[in-house]
């Protein structure tokens, strides 16, 4: 009898075992389909003859259809008619390389997203990570909208617009320069200041750049003396403010020059 109520013991201990366990199964899964579902991007998976077999909250909010709608039918339909052969041509790269490649497209509502993707090792199905990118492209469009207002602005002014690295190199001139020293920016772009000044005038300049570069501050209505192309001498005026990275690493000055060689004149005249 003692044998018969240990074993039933056992078996009571081993079900409420299986029980908890079968609980934290169910706590897992239901903790990975939350995951899964509204996630902050939209996963899908499609297998043979490209039909959704999986697909997850997010994508369908990106897509606009039910998830009952949208298991079994062919993703490439729902996509904007002019990407589909840049779909098609994606989803042979992908099957061909084997691993991760990406694509983008517009889909049939007009949404741009990006597509991320990788086939299973039976490449049986296609497993996508799919990421809206419109407010992406929202963000480029102001920035080449703002780029090219800035050029304008740079290309009209009178002053001559430069950026130069923490070396002290020109990387970029705009075009006033050749009305300046008679240089286009192309020939201005890997040079120094101190390569367009006398020697004398370059080896104070030196000092003096040096120890704005120590303290990486900006610096206004500095008179430096130049060389044009065609040997003549101009007086330029010179101001800049400190360029910094995203880390706040220092990367150099952006300012510019303007003549005063009239300034000159007047000083030899009296």
């Known amino acids: 009898m003692n044998d018969l109520n240990a074993q039933n013991q056992e078996l009571e201990r081993q079900n409420q075992q299986l029980l908890d366990a079968y609980a934290q199964l169910d706590r897992a899964l239901a903790q990975y389909a939350e995951l899964y579902d509204f996630a902050p991007v939209g996963y899908l998976t499609i297998g043979e003859g ?22 079994g039918m062919d993703f490439v339909e729902l996509v904007a008619k002019q990407d589909r052969p840049a779909l098609l041509d994606y989803l042979e790269r992908l099957c061909c390389r084997k691993d991760g490649v990406e694509c983008e497209v517009t889909l049939h509502n007009g949404t741009p997203v990006r597509l991320e993707s990788a086939v299973s090792q039976q490449h049986r199905e296609c497993r996508i990570v799919m990421l809206d990118v419109s407010r992406q492209r929202q963000v480029e469009g102001a920035l080449r909208e703002s780029e090219k207002r800035f050029k304008t602005l740079v290309e009209v002014t009178s002053d001559w617009v430069w950026e130069v690295n923490a070396e002290g190199v020109y990387t970029y001139a705009s075009p006033k320069v050749f009305d300046l020293l008679g240089y286009t920016a192309e020939e201005v772009v890997g040079k120094t200041p101190f390569d367009f000044m006398p020697r004398r005038e370059a080896d104070r300049l030196l000092m003096i750049f040096g120890e704005f570069t120590a303290r990486q501050e900006p610096f206004h209505n500095v008179e430096n003396l130049n060389l044009r192309k065609d040997g003549r001498e101009v007086l330029l005026e010179t101001s800049g403010v ?9 990367c150099g000055f952006r300012g510019i020059d303007r003549d005063i060689t009239h300034r000159l004149s007047r000083t030899e005249e009296a």
Do not use: H, M, S, Y
Request: glycine fraction near 4%.
């Open 50 to 71: 490209r039909r959704i077999e999986k697909v997850n909250l997010t994508c369908c909010t990106l897509l606009q259809r039910d998830r009952v709608v949208l298991l």
């Open 242 to 250: 400190p360029i910094f990275d995203a880390d706040g690493v220092f």
